[in-house]
Each structure stands twice: as structure tokens, then as C-alpha cells.
């Protein structure tokens, strides 16, 4: 039995003393470092006071310490590879960014901006400003104004126009998005009465009529995202609604969630509602996520009358809710892309995924199996298949895009217990981790998403997973 008498162990200003320690002093600082190894030495001697740890030579205490200092540099916030088959992951940061983009944002992390400063007149300027012109032109809206998300668009477009009045929503369209976000909660934020009307799989335009009263501010309708309801339906559409609500004197308003720019099927995709048809239906309000189809950074995007979006910018909420000039400077470029439709599926990385060919998928998968298979043993079977990859973030929940990946199945006669759930666990611990999707008895990697640039950092790591999962 070892006692504090008897465990050796060198001094902090010895360990620190030591030649390979003055690279991480340089590195890490003195403080940090001091912090560190007083930390990593209370955890050796209780180690080995309780007899589960030996004495340590001076080389594997600094080597020891050099680990510890670069487990705790690193960020909580890590690259992945999404392999997912969901293009557009919440949970993973939803939309990856163009080239371009990713330029305007590292020169404005440093470079001072002209974020509310007018370079023509020399006076104060207004940050919505700087994306307006063209969310007009993209969307042949009146005005613009930007927010944190969605969630907040919602809200304070809600709050702005409907405070201590009456919201008509039909019963069908009272969703809850991912992440706790529900219409008739967020309504109650805002300050604003929900009015439901017609039924969960039937709404008629007698319904919206019967729902208006003197107290009533807007009919809104709200976009299923993330389910559909099929059967016996009927639901109203906007260009019905839009003379009902004028005969009230009340305005309308969509959030239609995803909100695409373009109409997807000129690239093969299902069609989805665009933001200019809605407001050429007569929508006086619109709101849109940035991050989901459109392809640009986390934001809400309010279009519509230029009236009511000004009242919008003078709500107080609009500075809390407001965005920063990472997001404005990575907005104005994705929107930059849309200009030229001919070339966005090169261009919008979401488009890009989105649209990739069957066929190169199908080849990186035949070329990462015998690489996956090897890394693997023989506790599991690789086969190259074809999938299902999503859309994602609520767009288009019931279409499906044909894809192609890499199925793991556990090895007839493997021993392990939970094989899947071991490997899965495995490639997270990777040093960019792999997060892909079981079911089935199958742990599915969508190749989707990994595009050429990144195959080979992805085949490469994968060495790593050899004898781990054997063991
Ligand atoms: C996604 C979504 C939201 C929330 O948008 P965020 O950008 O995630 O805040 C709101 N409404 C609808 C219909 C959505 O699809």
C-alpha cells in the first residue's frame, strides 16, 4: 500500500523546467500551463495512491501534460462529416456556404464594415440596407427586413402587427417545428390571439370568412414543413384568401419555413412554393429561414409591403431580434448567386448536395468500400447500396432524393454486443467524427454529402478505426 509518503512524483517547477515543457509554455501560456500540470499531478497521485497507477518517467508526465493542454484547446464546436443523408441538418448547422461567401465573412471578422454607414452620404445607414435591393428583385417584394431566424421573424412580424389582436390560422397548419417551436406558443409571445378555424384535415374558405371579426389583424397561413396530411383534405390558398382578407380591411401573411428562391424543378428537384409566387399571390407579409433551401446563413428574411415593414423596423424588438455583420456578409453573396440560376447548382453548395448525380456517389462508394471494409474487420460487412437521402429542416418532408452510400451490417458470427451501436460511437470519437444514421439493423453512410474535396480526408482518418472495433 502506497502512502503520500511514498508516491514520487516530480515538482510543478520541475515538470515545467523540463526542455520539451518550454514549447507548450509558448504555446498554451505559463498560466495555463502552471494550471495544468497542478491538475494533472493531483490526478497521478491519487492514481497512484490507489494503486491503479505506477510511477511515471519525466518524458511521459510532459507527454501526458501536452494532451491534456490540447483536449482542453479545442473547440466544443467541431467540424463533421454529415453523412446522414439529410442535406439540410438542424442539428449539424443546416446549410454549408459557398466560396464565395466564406471570403465576405473572413473579411469582415477583420476588417471594420460599413454595417449602418452609408458610404454615399458619410450619415448613419440602416443594415437591412445592405441586402434589401436584392431581396426585392428576388423576390419582386415592396421591402425587406432581417432577423436572427425564422422563429424571430415569426414572432416579430406576430408581435408588430397583431398585438392584443386576433390571428385567423387553420387548425391544419398549427405546427410545431423541431426545437420547440410552435405557432400557437409563439403567438402567445407576441402578444397576439389565436383564432383557429376549420378543422386538423379540412379547411374552407367559409371558415376564414367566419373566423373575422372587428378584432382581427391578419389571416395567416403557416407552411407544414415537417408533415403532410393526405386523404381527405382540402386547405385554402392564399389567392383565395388574399380578396377575403382586403373585403376586412385586414392583411395576410405566410411563413413558409424553407422559402426557396428559385423554382426547384428546373433542377430536377420536387417544386416547391417560392417566395415571389407567394407575394405575386398577394401575400402583404412573407417570412423564410436563410439557412434552409435558400443556402445562406443562419437568419429570417421578412419581405413584403413596404408599410408594414417599416412598422416591423420600428418595433424595439427588431434590435434584439437583429442580426450581426457575419450574417449580412455571408447573406449578400448566396442572394449574389441567384442572379444567375443557369449556374446555382454549381455554385449553392445546398443546390450542389442536392442535386449531386447518383452515379458519382455510386463510384466514391465502391472506392471507400474495400478502404471502410479493411479500416472495419471481419466483425462487420460493408456493402454499397442504394438510399434515401432528406432534404431536410422541414423542406419537402415527404420527398425523398435517391442517393448512394455505404451499408455496415454486423458479420454473420461477430461476437460483439450492440456492433452497430459500438461503431457508431467509434466514428464519432474520429478526429473529424462521422455522424451517420441506423436503422434497419444497418448503420447507413449517405455519400450525399461528402463531396470530392473532402473524400479523401474522410478515406484517410478511417485507418484509425483499425483493431479499435476489433477489440
Ligand atoms: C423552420 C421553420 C421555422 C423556424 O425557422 P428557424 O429559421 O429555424 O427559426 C418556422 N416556421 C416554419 C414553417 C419552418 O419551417
Not at 117 to 126: A, W
Not at 180 to 189: G, L, S
Not at 407 to 429: K, M, T, Y
Request: charged residues 20%.
Amino acid at each position: 500500500m502506497k502512502t503520500e509518503q511514498t508516491v514520487r512524483l516530480p515538482s510543478v517547477d520541475r515538470i515545467l523546467a523540463d526542455a520539451s515543457c518550454q514549447a507548450l509554455i509558448a504555446q498554451y501560456g505559463r498560466v495555463q500551463t502552471v494550471e495544468a500540470a497542478r491538475a494533472l499531478l493531483a490526478g497521478l497521485r491519487a492514481a497512484m495512491l490507489a494503486g491503479t497507477q505506477d510511477g511515471l518517467e519525466m518524458a511521459s508526465i510532459t507527454a501526458q501534460l501536452a494532451q491534456r493542454l490540447q483536449a482542453q484547446a479545442r473547440s466544443h464546436l467541431r467540424a463533421v462529416f454529415n453523412l446522414t443523408g439529410t442535406v439540410l441538418h438542424t442539428n449539424l448547422g443546416r446549410a454549408l456556404l459557398p466560396d464565395a461567401a466564406v471570403q465576405a465573412v473572413v473579411e469582415a471578422l477583420q476588417w471594420p464594415m460599413n454595417l449602418e454607414f452609408d458610404l454615399e452620404t458619410g450619415k448613419r445607414g440602416d443594415r437591412d440596407d445592405l441586402v434589401e435591393e436584392l431581396l426585392r428583385e428576388l423576390t419582386g417584394a415592396e421591402a425587406a427586413t432581417i432577423v436572427n431566424n425564422n422563429a424571430a421573424a415569426v414572432l416579430l412580424m406576430l408581435n408588430t402587427l397583431a398585438q392584443g389582436r386576433e390571428v385567423v390560422v387553420s387548425r391544419g397548419e398549427l405546427v410545431e417545428i423541431g426545437g420547440a417551436f410552435r405557432i400557437p406558443d409563439v403567438m402567445t409571445r407576441a402578444g397576439a390571439v389565436l383564432r383557429e378555424v376549420g378543422s386538423t384535415n379540412r379547411t374552407h374558405l367559409a371558415d376564414y370568412a367566419n373566423g373575422v371579426n372587428e378584432h382581427t389583424s391578419l389571416l395567416m397561413k403557416v407552411h407544414c414543413s415537417n408533415y403532410a396530411i393526405t386523404g381527405f383534405t382540402k386547405s385554402v390558398e392564399l389567392d383565395a384568401l388574399v380578396p377575403l382578407a382586403a373585403k376586412h380591411g385586414v392583411a395576410t401573411a405566410v411563413d413558409l419555413g424553407s422559402g426557396t428562391l428559385v423554382d426547384l424543378a428546373q433542377y430536377g428537384l420536387p417544386h416547391e412554393t417560392t417566395v415571389r409566387e407567394t407575394i405575386a399571390a398577394g401575400a402583404d407579409l412573407v417570412t423564410f429561414s436563410g439557412d434552409k433551401l435558400l443556402g445562406g446563413p443562419q437568419c429570417g428574411i421578412i419581405v413584403g409591403r413596404a408599410d408594414l415593414i417599416a412598422k416591423i423596423k420600428r418595433n424595439p424588438l427588431k434590435r434584439a431580434l437583429r442580426v450581426g455583420k457575419l450574417t449580412l456578409a455571408a447573406l449578400a453573396p448566396v442572394l449574389q448567386l441567384y442572379r444567375a440560376p443557369d449556374l446555382l447548382a454549381e455554385r449553392l453548395t445546398t443546390l450542389r448536395l442536392l442535386t449531386r448525380p447518383a452515379a458519382a456517389m455510386r463510384e466514391q462508394a465502391e472506392e471507400l468500400l474495400p478502404l471502410l471494409q479493411d479500416a472495419l474487420g471481419t466483425s462487420y460487412a460493408v456493402t454499397a447500396e442504394a438510399m434515401k437521402s432528406q432534404i431536410g429542416s422541414g423542406a419537402l418532408p415527404v420527398d425523398q432524393l435517391p442517393s448512394f452510400g455505404l451499408a455496415i451490417r454486423s458479420a454473420p458470427g461477430a461476437r460483439l454486443s450492440n456492433p452497430l451501436g459500438v461503431l457508431e460511437q467509434r466514428l464519432r470519437a474520429l478526429p473529424r467524427p462521422v455522424i451517420g444514421r441506423i436503422g434497419h439493423d444497418t448503420l447507413w453512410l449517405d455519400l450525399r454529402c461528402l463531396e470530392e474535396a473532402h473524400a479523401q480526408a474522410f478515406a484517410q482518418q478511417l485507418a484509425q478505426l483499425n483493431g479499435v472495433v476489433d477489440s
